[in-house]
């Protein structure tokens, strides 16, 4: 029941990740998407594309601030940027595969990954942050009060007060209440 949960909960997190959190972000991502074979399409014609990338990896997530800056990150921390036109290859200094991304701004961006990964784009470069757990980071989004949050596979949720990370250690399982909801506009 708790790997049926947890799946769950990945699945939700996905598709949110995918079409965004608010009908701010959902407009410049609604033509765009990760593919469930893990590659970056873009809407054509009413019609999914794939999109010419500079890399063979596959990619886990896409998060676009507007139509013309935004982050996809995916196997062995694989970051591109998107600036209007293309996709472009971005280096980081990190080994594991990133599983979320999320801006708050052109100057700030978190993305998150296997084995604890955090990093933090500063609106020049991604860098490592310490991470308070060594636990598969599987969603990264902001919260109404300021900062980030982050949902780790265990269910361990982390939250971001300045510069230091709190750690919320998971709900046990009886006191969990699952809900979804899908709003439709005409």
Do not use: C
Request: aromatic share 10%.
């Amino acid at each position: 029941m708790k790997k049926l949960i947890i799946s769950f909960l990945i699945v939700i997190a996905t598709i949110i990740a995918v079409w965004g959190q608010d009908s701010a972000s959902v407009l410049p991502k609604a033509e765009w998407r990760v593919s469930t074979n893990g590659k970056i399409e873009r809407l054509v014609n009413e019609n999914w594309e794939a999109a010419s990338v500079p890399t063979s990896q596959t990619f886990s997530s896409l998060y676009l601030l507007s139509v013309d800056f935004g982050w996809a990150v995916g196997k062995n921390s694989t970051i591109l940027r998107w600036d209007g036109e293309q996709w472009s290859e971005v280096l980081v200094f990190a080994n594991e595969d990133l599983n979320s991304v999320f801006l708050l701004s052109r100057e700030e961006g978190w993305a998150v990954g296997n084995k604890g990964t955090i990093l933090r784009w500063n609106g020049i470069s991604w860098e490592e942050e310490v991470s308070p757990i060594t636990e598969n980071l599987v969603r990264v989004e902001a919260i109404p009060t300021g900062g980030v949050q982050i949902f780790a596979e265990n269910g361990v949720v982390l939250h971001r007060f300045g510069k230091n990370w709190q750690v919320q250690p998971a709900a046990p399982l009886s006191s969990v209440k699952l809900s979804a909801s899908a709003k439709h506009d005409e």
